[in-house]
């Protein structure tokens, strides 16, 4: 994108060597932006060249800056001249951590650290990457969609929603104190699929690598899934457009139980996912496997919980809206495969 002037805009995206920062790059880089990103070891830099050019078709013109949401460090010189922040960066353990503030302090402490330079830089919009999590995990009696205006109680829930929700709050009482909410836009991703690039990884797409890989049966556990190309899109729409600032947007596809995408994944594509389960595993099972398994423990609290979304508000101000839940199913199945052959 480029200025009457001729001269590209600026955008910064943090932890580019993520799954959701790579697409992000990929389509920023197609729309005509100048590009950088941040990653904590310059070390990545190699890497996270060779993913994006396996996404974009062509080698990338990134910039790249060694900054920590730990630490001070870097956002400064990382912020400068650029007119958007899309701040995507955030851990994500595979387990369940042992000290909640494992998570909790370097999402929050990031959030604020990546938002008050990039405000103190005089950025036209930063749009931040939350979830679902920070809003899924509240009261919600009548058993109804859950909208923006819904978030989640932290005394009720673990250690990742926690840092999700005290992050995106920090966030926005940063941006309140200084006058500026305008300037941020939030992004309330559920489940995240979609094809791979090279090196990509996330929890999200360990979930059906374990579905390909077989197992005997599955918890009753479910997400609502969505693309990883429409929630980039969902980030670049928030950037551009003026009347998305201030707002929180969910970004959402249809909820399914593991059961039914492993009966996708045996169906659409059954030359890779014959051994895709085809049973419900009882709860009592599933807290013997949570005693070897730190993924099945992270997981405990939500089976047999569904939980689903009202998205018209991404719909309407962000114009974006959710491909078929099974073509993203199927594409990040088949991408995963091509990459391990």
Same mark, same amino acid.
């Given at each position: 994108?480029?200025?009457?002037?001729?001269?590209?805009?600026?955008?910064?995206?943090?932890?580019?060597?993520?799954?959701?920062?790579?697409?992000?790059?990929?389509?920023?880089?197609?729309?005509?932006?100048?590009?950088?990103?941040?990653?904590?070891?310059?070390?990545?830099?190699?890497?996270?060249?060779?993913?994006?050019?396996?996404?974009?078709?062509?080698?990338?013109?990134? &910039? @790249?800056?060694?900054?920590?949401?730990?630490?001070?460090?870097?956002?400064? &010189?990382?912020?400068?001249?650029?007119?958007?922040?899309?701040?995507?960066?955030?851990?994500?353990?595979?387990?369940?951590?042992?000290?909640?503030?494992?998570?909790?302090?370097?999402?929050?402490?990031?959030?604020?650290?990546?938002?008050?330079?990039?405000?103190?830089?005089?950025?036209?919009?930063?749009?931040?990457?939350?979830?679902?999590?920070?809003?899924?995990?509240?009261?919600?009696?009548?058993?109804?969609?859950?909208?923006?205006?819904?978030?989640?109680?932290?005394?009720?829930?673990?250690?990742?929603?926690?840092?999700?929700?005290?992050? &995106?709050?920090?966030?926005?009482?940063?941006?309140?104190?200084?006058?500026?909410?305008?300037?941020?836009?939030?992004?309330?991703?559920?489940?995240?699929?979609?094809?791979?690039?090279?090196?990509?990884?996330? @929890?999200?797409?360990?979930?059906?690598?374990?579905?390909?890989?077989?197992?005997?049966?599955?918890?009753?556990?479910?997400?609502?899934?969505?693309?990883?190309?429409?929630?980039?899109?969902?980030?670049?729409?928030?950037?551009?457009?003026?009347?998305?600032?201030?707002?929180?947007?969910?970004?959402?596809?249809?909820?399914?139980?593991?059961?039914?995408?492993?009966?996708?994944?045996? &169906?659409?594509?059954?030359?890779?996912?014959?051994?895709?389960?085809?049973?419900?595993?009882?709860?009592?099972?599933?807290?013997?496997?949570?005693?070897?398994?730190?993924?099945?423990?992270?997981?405990?609290?939500?089976?047999?919980?569904?939980?689903? @979304?009202?998205?018209?508000?991404?719909?309407?101000?962000?114009?974006?809206?959710?491909?078929?839940?099974?073509?993203?199913?199927?594409?990040?199945?088949?991408?995963?495969?091509?990459?391990?052959?």
């Amino acid at each position: 994108m480029t200025t009457e002037s001729g001269l590209r805009r600026k955008v910064l995206v943090t932890g580019g060597s993520g799954f959701l920062a790579g697409r992000a790059i990929i389509d920023l880089l197609e729309r005509g932006y100048e590009v950088r990103t941040t990653v904590r070891d310059l070390a990545k830099e190699p890497r996270v060249r060779e993913n994006i050019a396996a996404g974009l078709g062509r080698e990338p013109e990134i &910039e @790249f800056f060694q900054a920590d949401l730990s630490s001070d460090e870097g956002w400064s &010189e990382a912020v400068a001249g650029c007119a958007y922040v899309l701040h995507i960066a955030s851990p994500f353990p595979p387990g369940k951590p042992k000290d909640p503030q494992e998570l909790i302090r370097p999402a929050v402490e990031g959030a604020t650290r990546v938002i008050g330079a990039a405000l103190d830089a005089g950025v036209e919009r930063v749009v931040m990457t939350s979830s679902v999590a920070a809003i899924r995990g509240g009261e919600n009696q009548e058993n109804r969609p859950y909208i923006e205006e819904d978030w989640t109680d932290v005394a009720r829930v673990s250690a990742y929603p926690q840092s999700k929700t005290l992050a &995106e709050l920090a966030a926005w009482e940063l941006v309140d104190s200084r006058g500026e909410r305008e300037k941020l836009a939030v992004i309330n991703p559920s489940a995240i699929l979609g094809p791979v690039l090279p090196d990509d990884d996330s @929890f999200s797409l360990e979930g059906i690598q374990r579905l390909l890989d077989g197992m005997p049966a599955v918890p009753r556990i479910g997400f609502s899934w969505v693309d990883v190309r429409d929630v980039s899109a969902a980030h670049v729409a928030a950037m551009e457009k003026p009347e998305a600032g201030g707002g929180r947007y969910i970004v959402s596809g249809p909820f399914l139980w593991l059961l039914e995408v492993s009966e996708i994944l045996r &169906e659409r594509v059954p030359e890779i996912a014959a051994k895709a389960p085809t049973r419900t595993a009882p709860k009592p099972l599933v807290r013997l496997m949570a005693i070897f398994d730190s993924g099945a423990r992270a997981l405990i609290g939500d089976i047999g919980k569904r939980n689903d @979304f009202d998205t018209t508000r991404a719909r309407e101000v962000l114009g974006v809206e959710a491909r078929p839940v099974e073509e993203t199913i199927v594409e990040c199945a088949k991408s995963l495969n091509a990459r391990a052959t």
